[in-house]
């Protein structure tokens, strides 16, 4: 089946216009305002990669489910030998590696236009991966709420519109750090900031409610660590609702 969803992925014209457009777009944006300061670079590669995720993998994986379920493939599939969480993996698969793949694009366009290196991609690639697995998620949680394919595109719209300010409002270090913290609770936004500590953006762009650094002097941690941990537990919490969400709501043929 994981075969199967690759492509339709290149079938797909909605799905392939995403793919292409997303990285496109943030390329564009690197191209247009292109940064003098290593900080900025970060700030755009970390932002510009949720803004991949959002448009590519969680708008795409939404759509796509609608239209299985209204074609009644999801049906059909139960008949078949594959377990529901088999199904489920499989769909979702294609689109976590194409997240990434553009990603790993996008940032090697990056490179080639002026962003300064990173020791290493390691762990901004694992965030990433976890971003595109939050994707996919928050997708399957929008489409039981999406009856039909006409209207996906007004169910993405909350997450789709809060996720991407939130992801780029969150590095902007102009913002005073309280409204920046309650930002990092949006979904996306918490992607965003890790992806920006993973390619090592300085101190000063990340936000740092002073709560947070009275808690960390209490418990002996320095406040980037601590910043850091509340990050992926926003992250996984986030993955957790989504998934309650689509458990809950899901359907695996067209609503009567």
Known sequence: MTLFESGMILRQKAALMSIILAPALAIA????????????WVSMLASMSILVMVLAVYNTTTSTVVARRESQVLKRLRTSELVPSQMLVSLALPYVVVGVLQIVVV?????????PAVDSYGPFLAVMVGTALLAVIAGFAT???????????????????????????????????HYRGLAL????????????????????????????????????????????????????????????????????????
């Open 185 to 256: 609770l949006l979904p996306f936004a918490a992607s965003s900031d890790l992806a920006a500590r993973a390619l090592g953006a300085p101190a000063e762009m990340l936000a740092t409610p002073a709560p947070m650094v009275d808690l960390a002097e209490r418990i002996g941690m320095s406040a980037h660590t601590l910043m850091g941990i509340a990050a992926v537990v926003v992250s996984v919490l986030w993955v957790v609702i989504f998934a309650a969400v689509a458990r809950r709501g899901w359907r695996w043929e067209p609503r009567g």
């Open 107 to 115: 940032g090697a366009a990056y490179q080639f236009l002026g962003a």
């Open 29 to 40: 944006m690197a191209l247009m305002n292109r940064p003098t300061m290593p900080a900025a």
């Open 143 to 177: 489409a039981t709420i999406a009856a039909t394919s006409e209207r996906v595109q007004f169910a993405v719209l909350p997450v789709m519109m809060t996720g991407l300010v939130a992801a780029i409002f969150v590095l902007n270090p102009a913002a005073p750090d």
